[in-house]
């Protein structure tokens, strides 16, 4: 009888021992599929992070959102992912800079050029409405009229403000540019265009007998 039953619960010990092996495995298992199900990383718009990367040093200093477009170039025909030594875009980046320059000094000499002549009829019209005489030091006594001082010294204040408003439009304008070309070296103009014209149904917001009425349509996708 005692024989029995240690063999009973020798049978129930090694039973109960086997029993906990495969749980082992199913938690091995679970860990090896939440592995293998792991997604990669998502896809990276390499056109979007570089005109995020221009337009910031655009805004840190007008050209080098250009200079930026530049080492892009360079390092394309430095690794051989293009053909040619791309000289004429490398020449057209560097005329951009220079356009952006010239503009910019152009424009800075005519504010300055307009800043001093409405300075100097409004210290004329000043002198003249306190000593009723034209200032010796100005050399604007030719102006017998007052009124054509005021008329010259609103001209050039006029010119003054649309030249700080052209060069916030350039400044502008050199941010744009460094944008666009940046994205439009990544963007994708390779012979993959593709297009598909498919049937569909357009469901419509009127309803007839308690049914929404749908008309039949064609889906064009197109492969970019």
Do not use: C, W
């Not at 992070?49 to 200093?61: D, E, P, Q, T």
């Amino acid at each position: 009888m005692r024989a029995l039953l240690l063999s009973v619960f020798l049978l129930f010990a090694f039973k109960l021992i086997k029993a906990q092996d495969p749980a082992v495995k199913k938690n091995a298992d679970t860990t090896r599929a939440k592995l293998d199900t792991i997604t990669p990383a998502g896809y990276i718009n390499k056109g979007k992070i570089a005109g995020k990367k221009a337009v910031y040093r655009s805004l840190i200093f007008p050209g080098l959102g250009q200079m930026y477009n530049y080492g892009l170039v360079v390092d394309d025909v430095k690794s051989g992912a293009v053909q040619g030594k791309k000289v004429l875009q490398k020449m057209y980046i560097i005329g951009k800079i220079g356009a952006i320059y010239a503009g910019g000094t152009l424009l800075v000499l005519s504010y300055i050029d307009n800043n001093k002549n409405y300075k100097l009829f409004l210290n004329e019209l000043q002198y003249r409405q306190l000593y009723k005489v034209p200032s010796p030091e100005n050399g604007l006594e030719q102006y017998t009229n007052d009124d054509a001082l005021t008329v010259a010294k609103n001209i050039y204040k006029r010119n003054r403000e649309i030249v700080l408003i052209s060069l916030v439009g350039l400044y502008g304008l050199n941010v744009l540019d460094a944008y666009v070309t940046a994205r439009l070296k990544y963007f994708n103009v390779d012979d993959t265009l593709s297009f598909k014209i498919s049937p569909t149904i357009i469901n419509s917001n009127t309803t007839m007998y308690g049914f929404h009425q749908v008309a039949p349509a064609l889906k064009l996708t197109l492969r970019l």
